[in-house]
């Protein structure tokens, strides 16, 4: 079955200044990593921009509005020591948002199985009441929360193999049972949340890493702890926030992960998801800064999203 590509150029369009590390040139990055012939199969669609009631549901209506006042006509505006926008800002954070929307209606339409995000700014810092850590919209939480809106799923779920903690999904998912948020991440690292101890009411699973940490102990929290507990939530859709910077040769951090560690995980979640749920998974772009082992990563995790 098919596997939907997302993007639009808008997100190259914001511009958090010349030395920032997320920058335009990493979405440039894997979108040529998948122009290959080996991707010739994707279908690829451009990402709309989220409705103002979606983005609504994860985020107050006045965070909202603030956040798309807050964009420069030129220049650029801090919201937060990383955290900086310019006059493209505002419609790159509608279309990441609304390209998980989409795919979310895609894959429950049937029109494809699964589908990957190309956009950014990223999402999964991003708090109801607060955009941190490069982002604005929390992506991921407005996708589960159009899930529920629009097409009444229950039981929805977000993976998060950034080598950050998602503390702003965790945050919007934590105090509702129906919902499930498992990470992996460097602990101890920004933004200080994601200890083991961090359960929210059960539907929370954190599997903090040590620095220097690589496959294997990637792979048993995912074998040990993720994927059990995401097997027994019994989804109905699987959201991933896909993030590259565990890669060994990120310069973020300092987990040793390699291109086929995340094309193991992308298996192993597709598999689960279709055992419970026609194989939903939709996958957002979220970190990933070293531009070569970012496309790299990412087509691993795409390649893997398109085997049967
Ligand atoms: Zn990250």
Not at 11 to 27: I, Q, T
Not at 78 to 87: F, G, N, Q, R, W
Not at 163 to 171: E, R, S
């Amino acid at each position: 079955m098919t596997t939907l590509l997302l993007t639009h150029e808008d997100c190259l369009a914001h511009d958090p200044g010349r030395h920032h590390p997320e920058s335009p040139a990493r979405l440039q990055a894997v979108l040529d990593g998948l122009a290959g012939p080996e991707f010739a199969a994707l279908e690829r669609r451009l990402a709309p921009k989220a409705a103002r009631a979606d983005l609504a549901r994860a985020h107050s209506p006045d965070f909202v509005d603030g956040i798309l006042a807050a964009i420069p006509a030129r220049g650029h505006a801090a919201l937060d020591a990383d955290t900086i926008v310019s006059p493209g800002s505002g419609n790159a954070a509608l279309r990441a948002a609304g390209a998980v929307c989409a795919a979310v209606d895609a894959v429950i339409a049937g029109e494809a199985e699964n589908g990957f995000c190309a956009v950014r700014p990223p999402g999964h810092h991003a708090e109801r009441e607060r955009a941190m850590g490069f982002c604005l919209f929390n992506n991921v939480a407005v996708g589960a929360l159009h899930a529920r809106a629009s097409h009444g799923l229950q039981r929805i779920a977000a993976i998060d193999f950034d080598v950050h903690h998602g503390n702003g999904t965790q945050a919007i998912f934590e105090d509702d049972a129906d919902l499930f948020y498992g990470s992996t991440h460097q602990y101890p690292l920004y933004p200080g949340t994601g200890a083991r101890e961090e359960r929210g009411l059960g539907n929370i699973v954190n599997a903090p890493l040590r620095p220097n940490a690589g496959s294997s102990e990637f792979r048993a929290a995912m074998s040990e702890l993720i994927l059990p507990a995401l097997d027994a939530f019994q989804p109905e859709l699987v959201l991933v926030s896909a993030g590259f910077d565990a890669h060994r040769s990120d310069p973020l951090a300092q987990l040793r992960l390699v291109e086929a560690d995340f094309a193991w995980a992308t298996e192993r979640l597709v598999a689960l998801a279709r055992r419970h749920c026609r194989g939903r998974v939709v996958s957002s772009l979220e970190g990933g800064y070293d531009l070569a082992a970012l496309a790299a990563s990412a087509a691993a995790h795409v390649a893997a999203l398109m085997a049967n």
